[in-house]
T-cell receptor
Framework: GEDVEQSLFLSVREGDSSVINCTYT??????LYWYKQEPGAGLQLLTY???NMDMKQDQRLTVLLNKKDKHLSLRIADTQTGDSAIYFCAESAGNNRKLIWGLGTSLAVNP | GAGVSQSPSNKVTEKGKDVELRCDPI?????LYWYRQSLGQGLEFLIYFQGNSAPDKSGLPSDRFSAERTGGSVSTLTIQRTQQEDSAVYLC?????????FGPGTRLTVL
């Protein structure tokens, strides 16, 4: 069945890089997404990658996809306190492109 | 431009009552999704509308849940005879292609 797993917590120091990891099971996934949720706020789409790509870079964000291992990662360079949030990994499955979600990784950035 | 809006932002109801949650998608977006975010279950897909096609209701947890989308735009999610386990944040997203944009959600509390 479809399943997405992420570690629940990550703590980094301000200025360091953060790497959030995700594994998924559905080999037919066409797109993989990273969303950010700040306390009391909605889900913000950060970036996404098509399954035939292995890397995508967007400013401080780098997404790496290892399709063979079904492993996705999000690297945030020069992490700031404003990056503190919950980061969700999601895969798009089926013709309806519904999103299957991980439980989220809570990123804490310490000054 | 305007994003996805949802109303009400908060709803407190008594067990056994019916509730209606509303979603206004981004203008021109043909696809509309409902998801539910709860503490025990994370984010889960509920229902999907695409244009005039029959909706994909495969994620609805019981027959107490229903949704409609009038005129290909506004959608209403109805929960009949609410139960305490229905307490969650109900999220709506709209999409034109590969990106789903989320509204702020409706927090439903069933007492």
């Amino acid at each position: 069945g479809e399943d997405v797993e992420q570690s629940l917590f990550l703590s980094v120091r301000e200025g360091d890089s953060s790497v959030i990891n995700c594994t998924y099971t559905d080999s037919s996934s066409t797109y993989l997404y990273w969303y950010k949720q700040e306390p009391g706020a909605g889900l913000q789409l950060l970036t996404y990658i098509f399954s035939n790509m292995d890397m995508k870079q967007d400013q401080r964000l780098t997404v790496l996809l290892n399709k063979k291992d079904k492993h996705l990662s999000l690297r945030i360079a020069d992490t700031q306190t404003g990056d503190s949030a919950i980061y969700f990994c999601a895969e798009s499955a089926g013709n309806n492109r519904k999103l299957i979600w991980g439980l989220g990784t809570s990123l804490a950035v310490n000054p | 431009g305007a994003g996805v809006s949802q109303s009400p932002s908060n709803k407190v109801t008594e067990k056994g009552k019916d509730v209606e949650l509303r979603c206004d998608p981004i203008s021109g977006h043909t696809a509309l999704y409902w998801y539910r975010q709860s503490l025990g279950q994370g984010l889960e897909f509920l229902i999907y509308f695409q244009g005039n096609s029959a909706p994909d209701k495969s994620g609805l947890p019981s027959d107490r849940f229903s949704a409609e989308r009038t005129g290909g735009s506004v959608s209403t999610l109805t929960i009949q005879r609410t139960q305490q386990e229905d307490s969650a944040v109900y999220l709506c997203a709209s999409s034109l292609s590969n990106e789903q944009f989320f509204g702020p959600g409706t927090r439903l509390t069933v007492l």
